[in-house]
Nanobody, 120 residues
């Protein structure tokens, strides 16, 4: 079994910073991409940022210039540093990994989410 566990959510004031981390564990053979998605109140889940095994990244327009995604391949961990947070960044942030288990079949796995609230 594969588990993704997020940490680092919480309450932060507008303009503040917060860092999220997500560790993938279990019978993992190879991880292709890891990323962060979010779902705000009354909204659909959306991509925030993704980092591929070669280190390349993609960001949602809303995250560009404020958020930084990074990855530690040795630790199967992905990070999201969020600066200049806005109330509209309030959401449950989900970790995602596209990986293969010992069966060599690639699948999407999700964490349970961590709540980020931006409010004064």
């Amino acid at each position: 079994q594969v588990q993704l566990v997020e940490s680092g959510g919480g309450l932060v004031q507008p303009g503040g910073s917060l860092g999220l981390s997500c560790v993938a564990s279990g019978s993992i053979f190879s991880i292709n991409r890891m990323g962060w998605y979010r779902q705000g109140p009354g909204k659909q889940r959306e991509l925030v940022a993704v980092v591929f095994s070669d280190g390349s990244t993609n960001y949602a327009d809303s995250a560009k210039g404020r958020f930084t995604i990074s990855r530690d391949n040795a630790k199967n961990t992905v990070y999201l540093q969020m600066n200049g947070l806005k109330p509209e960044d309030t959401a449950v942030y989900y970790c995602n990994a596209f990986l293969s288990t010992m069966s060599r079949r690639f699948m999407d796995f999700w964490g349970k989410g961590t709540l980020v609230t931006v409010s004064s």
